[in-house]
């Protein structure tokens, strides 16, 4: 498999099986202790989206690799582009988890950023599992349904973040913001967030994105979140 950020080594594996002829495999080495973290949110999450993502069948440590195997789903990566078919299954798996509680021990969203004053921090506090990262390689789509995977960057906060999160992914794949607010107002929580919080997450973001790589380099990525202040369900409190 050519595409993979947390693991190191990514495959179809082809066997005979009594949960099918194909599984999906992903390893990294014992030693990396980054990829091992985060394969090790994988495993512990599993169980908590059962259902919007693919199951877990075994782990192996073994030869100085950490490798997992997943069941295979037959899908490709989502298409967030304007039009798409895929933007209806992509809503109703992100719906589908949107009231999975944090298990314990999940780190809390809030504490990506230590400068985070008391106030912004009581408004970004939350007991929501968010997956953090639903960019179109984690969103498989295929058969009328769709899976969010890679569970490695997981966070507890206001359920409403990941919607926050994935409008902002729609509009980097060319849909206009208005658009992408539209899809985004199907989600009670998203439809219910406190327009102070959502201010927040914006402002924390792009400060931060802007400290990574400066004013012009942030530029784009700032203006999609600044976007998310547009929505007419927040101008109109």
């Not at 990396?32 to 599993?46: I, M, S, T």
């Not at 295979?72 to 509680?101: I, K, T």
């Not at 985004?184 to 201010?199: H, I, K, L, R």
Request: hydrophobic content about 50%; glycine content about 10%; aromatic content about 8%.
């Amino acid at each position: 498999m050519t595409h993979g950020v947390t693991c190191r080594f990514a495959a179809v594996l082809s066997t005979v099986s009594t949960v099918g002829s194909r599984l999906f495999i992903k390893g990294v080495p014992v030693d990396d202790a980054r990829g091992a973290a985060a394969q090790a949110w994988e495993v512990g999450l599993n169980p908590w989206v059962a259902g919007a993502s693919p199951r877990l069948l075994w782990q192996v440590k073994a030869g100085g690799w950490d490798v997992l195997g997943f069941e295979w789903v037959d899908g490709r990566h989502a298409n967030l582009s304007p039009g798409s078919a895929d933007l209806a299954p992509v809503a109703e798996v992100l719906m589908a988890v949107q009231g999975v509680r944090a298990p314990a021990g999940v780190p809390l969203v809030t504490d990506r950023w230590p400068d985070l004053d008391d106030t912004d921090r009581a408004l970004l506090a939350g007991g929501a599992l968010l997956h953090t990262d639903t960019n179109p390689h984690n969103l498989l789509v295929g058969g009328g349904r769709a899976w969010v995977v890679d569970w490695a960057m997981p966070a507890a906060g206001p359920a409403w973040v990941d919607v926050a999160y994935t409008a902002v992914r729609l509009m980097e794949e060319g849909q206009a913001a208005a658009d992408a607010l539209r899809w985004a107002a199907q989600f009670p929580s998203w439809a219910g967030a406190d327009p102070a919080a959502v201010e927040a997450l914006v402002k924390v973001t792009c400060r931060y994105r802007t400290a990574r790589v400066g004013e012009r380099g942030a530029r784009g990525s700032n203006a999609r979140f600044k976007a998310l202040l547009g929505a007419r369900q927040f101008a109109a409190r």
